[in-house]
C-alpha cells in the first residue's frame, strides 16, 4: 500500500485525493494545502475510511514523512510549483526521502518541468511531469486523461497512482518536459474553442436569439465541443 500526499487540495487536487482515498492501492492518504479549512475536512474524511495521517498536518513539513512514497502536487501555477518543491528551508527537495516519487500535475512550462526533474533526480527523488485534464468532477471520480512524461523507472514507481486517478494514462516519450508541451499544445485549442464560443454567443445576442436555448442547440449539434 503507498502513501501518498496531496499538496493542493482545492478543486482539482481534492477531487485527486479523494479518488485515491477510495483506491485500494493506498495505505495512507495525507491532504495538505494553505487553507486549514479544506486541510481539515480532508483528514476527517481520510479518518473515517482508515487513511489518515497520525495527525492534523499544519505545514508541508508535517504533511511528509519516512514512509510518504509519492507526493501529487496540484497547485495554480509555476510559481506555487518552484515554492513548494524548491524554496525556503521547508521544501519537497528536502523533505521528501530518497527513492520517493514527486508526481507533479500543475500545468508549468516543459522548461521547468525538466529542471525539476534533472534537480530532483540528483538528490536521489523521482520525479514525473504529468498534467491531467478532465475537471473536478472526473478528478473525484478517478477519471482524469494524464498526459505523462519522465524517466522509465520513475513512471513505473508512479503506475498504481496514476491508474487510480485515470480513465486513461497516455505516456510521452523522450523524459520530462513531453507531457508539459502536450498539454500546452492542448490548452492552446481549448483557448481556441474558448474564444470561437464567444464569439458566437455574441453574435446570436446581437442578432436577438436566446443565447439560453442555443447553448442547447449547439450542445445537441455538431458544433458542440468540451470547452463550449
Known amino acids: 500500500k503507498m502513501h501518498v500526499v496531496v499538496v493542493g487540495i482545492g478543486a482539482m487536487g481534492g477531487g485527486m485525493a479523494r479518488a485515491l482515498l477510495d483506491s485500494e492501492v493506498t495505505g495512507t492518504v495525507v491532504g495538505y494545502d494553505k487553507s486549514t479549512e479544506a486541510v481539515q475536512m480532508f483528514y476527517e474524511e481520510s479518518q473515517r475510511v482508515q487513511k ?129 508541451t502536450v498539454k500546452c499544445v492542448h490548452q492552446l485549442l481549448a483557448g481556441v474553442h474558448i474564444c470561437a464560443a464567444a464569439e458566437a454567443m455574441a453574435m446570436a445576442a446581437k442578432a436577438g436569439i436566446d443565447v439560453a436555448q442555443l447553448y442547447r442547440i449547439v450542445n445537441g449539434a455538431a458544433g458542440a465541443s468540451w470547452m463550449f
Do not use: Y
Open 52 to 180: 489518515a495521517s497520525a495527525s492534523v498536518p499544519t505545514s508541508l513539513g508535517d504533511s511528509i514523512s519516512k514512509d510518504t512514497n509519492i507526493t501529487v502536487i496540484s497547485l495554480v501555477n509555476e510559481a506555487q510549483c518552484e515554492q513548494v518543491c524548491f524554496g525556503g528551508d521547508e521544501n519537497l527537495i528536502n523533505l521528501m526521502p530518497k527513492g520517493a516519487c514527486v508526481v507533479l500535475t500543475s500545468t508549468v512550462t516543459a522548461t521547468w518541468a525538466k529542471k525539476a526533474d534533472t534537480t530532483f533526480r540528483a538528490s536521489g527523488i523521482l520525479f514525473v511531469d504529468c498534467p491531467v485534464s478532465g475537471g473536478p468532477a472526473r478528478a473525484r471520480q478517478g477519471d482524469l486523461t494524464l498526459i505523462a512524461s519522465g524517466e522509465a523507472s520513475c513512471l513505473d514507481f508512479a503506475k498504481p497512482v496514476l491508474d487510480a486517478l485515470a480513465g486513461e494514462v497516455h505516456v510521452i516519450q523522450g523524459g520530462a518536459g513531453g507531457g508539459s
